[in-house]
């Protein structure tokens, strides 16, 4: 087993379970929140933003407190949510309307959460360094989101 693999079925294993439980969203997305933020190296922020309407409103997470409520096509994570395609910023600075809710975030990672071709919100990570996250980490968080998304049902 790669360590890839054992990442993501270390997700799995911590998701399973719970069935029934009226509050299996937010107990999913909290774990996987902070199952992301101790796993992962160097990440100052790891949560997600859930869709209702034309925005993305703040979900589980993990790091400093976050910015609340995001339009759809507004900054990375209202970008990846209306385009439904993850996007890596190497330094976040140079990307046009970045929303700077912690100001020592250099890059960003950001993977749409899709239930049966439906947006319903996104992964989104950040670091204080530049250039951390990789098209590698973009396969790796696309196949997590994947498995997050399943365990919601």
């Not at 034309?54 to 949510?81: D, E, M, R, S």
């Not at 309307?97 to 239930?115: F, M, Q, T």
Request: charged share 20%; hydrophobic share 40%.
């Amino acid at each position: 087993m790669t360590d890839r693999d054992s990442f993501i079925a270390g997700l799995s294993s911590l998701l399973s379970g719970g069935e029934g439980d009226p509050f299996r969203m937010m107990t999913v997305l909290a774990n996987a929140s902070a199952y992301l933020f101790e796993r992962l190296p160097d990440v100052s922020w790891a949560g997600f933003y859930l869709r209702r309407g034309g925005y993305l409103y703040l979900g589980p997470f993990q790091g400093k407190v976050a910015c609340t409520k995001i339009a759809l096509g507004k900054g990375v994570c209202g970008t990846a949510a209306i385009q439904e395609r993850t996007i890596v910023v190497p330094d976040v600075h140079q990307f046009p309307g970045h929303i700077a809710c912690d100001s020592a975030s250099r890059s960003e990672i950001v993977v749409p959460l899709l239930v049966d071709g439906t947006l319903i919100g996104v992964l989104d990570l950040d670091s204080t360094s530049l250039g951390r996250f990789t098209g590698e980490d973009a396969s790796l968080l696309e196949k997590a989101a994947q498995v997050v998304t399943a365990h919601l049902s």
